[in-house]
């Protein structure tokens, strides 16, 4: 594909990544939660519903659901639900916890578990609909072949968007480590990740359908 092409979309997909949206908050819960080692499985969730995404790109069947509202609007609104249903779970915990008498280890998630709820939620975000409906066909050479360059852009983008997400993993967990090291403040990390969860529904609620 075009080189300028490919190196525009590499610098836009790299700093998009880094912008704090609702993938970025999960990862970040999950792993202040149980870990980076665990919230890789949540990280790989996200990359393979980006995976979909590119696939439903390539054949033009992102676009239909974007401009399908009710389709858009009940796919947002499911997602809203199901991450306030996780950070609320986390806060939760965080209030159970904090009973020092009681101590009750939450399960932790299995990673195919963690894995899920990453492909369901990126599945679920309005945002990764619009960026592959509104943003990818702008790097597309429509005078070459349409799928070799999707292929090679959904490898440019699954790498970045692996690295920045398991940056922020590392960073979290290294937080959520220093928390746990007190058991008084062990609390906070529940309490923290289930903020950013409900953040990331927010998020989410307060994404617009193309107009």
């Excluded at 980076?36 to 239909?64: C, M, Q, R």
């Excluded at 659901?65 to 796919?75: D, L």
């Excluded at 409900?198 to 193309?210: F, K, V, Y």
Aim: charged share 10%; aromatic share 10%.
């Amino acid at each position: 594909m075009n080189t300028h092409l490919w190196l525009a979309f590499f610098i836009t997909a790299t700093a998009a990544a880094f912008v704090p949206g609702p993938a970025v908050l999960y990862v970040v819960g999950q792993s202040m939660r149980h870990g980076a080692h665990k919230a890789l499985a949540a990280n790989l969730g996200i990359l393979s519903g980006n995976a979909v995404w590119f696939t439903a790109s390539a054949v033009g069947l992102a676009t239909l659901v974007a401009f399908a509202q009710p389709v858009f609007v009940a796919i947002k609104w499911l997602g809203v639900a199901y991450l306030t249903w996780l950070g609320f779970s986390a806060w939760r915990d965080a209030v159970r916890g904090s009973d020092s008498s009681q101590t009750i280890a939450a399960p932790v998630p299995t990673g195919a578990r963690m894995w899920r709820q990453g492909v369901l939620l990126q599945l679920a975000n309005p945002k990764a609909i619009l960026f592959f409906t509104a943003l990818l066909p702008q790097f597309v050479d429509p005078a070459r072949a349409i799928a070799p360059q999707i292929l090679v852009l959904a490898a440019t983008s699954i790498v970045c968007e692996f690295f920045v997400l398991a940056g922020y993993a590392w960073l979290a967990a290294r937080g959520g480590a220093l928390l746990i090291a007190r058991p008084r403040l062990a609390r906070a990390t529940d309490a923290a990740a289930g903020s950013c969860l409900i953040g990331a529904g927010i998020g989410l609620a307060l994404a617009h359908p193309l107009r």
